[in-house]
């Protein structure tokens, strides 16, 4: 199998487990979202140092432990990457996969924003259009259900800052995420400890079954950031780009379809401007890989 190819069946398998991953999440609803975030850091911990033994790049880790400034970004970003998980578990758990969606469908265009006012990066008219109709469909959603949607604003923020802050310092994937989560997993380990003797409930019914699938957070986890390093070492990025809206679609569809969530004329008109303007983002995103 050629590598292209190769690439772009990782980056579809990355994106396709991202959009129906809700359905696992939601056979832990009878755990508080915090709880479950907290396993999530934990056994993503346990998996990704697993990956660097097998890997043999465990020593290279220990090495970048010893490094105060990988330290404190790491910090920083696994902090980040946990309010990102809690408040997409939150969202999942409380009946609001579309909404959550959405937040993913304008994570690209956050990037834009992001990158025009932090970085410095220039923003073409057509990227300029795009953005102003994905704030046009936020606005639209916020009238619809009476306040901002700020679970999509913030899962897309959050996560958008994530990685114009792992760009600036040029981190090496798994090292540094490792690092990252495992700075912030005692925190999650104290209060697994603490809901543990207060409440007892964090095992769910304490079953074989139950924690098994509470160990699996990390696979779950860590599987589509495996697929996902892969595609992004074999496929260009604006191609990667274009797949990455497989995942924001699957959990649309999830919620509409699975979940039986009712969507509004008003959320139908907020998303259609979404997508008007990922198609403009994606048309720009080609002209500009073709001039180049």
Known sequence: MKPHTYGILCGLSAF???GILPLYWTQLADIPPLTITSHRVVWSVITLIFIQIVRGKLPALLEKITQPRIL?????????LMINWLIYIWAVNNGKVVSISLGYFILPLMYIVIGYFLLKEAMTRMQMIAVGLAAAGVLVQGISIGSLPWPALCVAGSFAIYGVTKKKTQADGFSILTIELGLIAPFALAYL?????????????GSLQSIILIVLTGAATISPLLFFTAAAKRIPLNLLGMLQFVAPTGQFLLGLIYFGEVIKLTQLIAFSLIWIAIIIYSLSRTKNSSIT
């Open 193 to 205: 400890y603490e809901q543990d003797k207060q409440q007892g409930n964090i095992w769910l019914d």
């Open 16 to 18: 396709i487990l991202w």
């Open 72 to 80: 404190i970004n790491a910090f920083l970003l696994g902090s980040l």
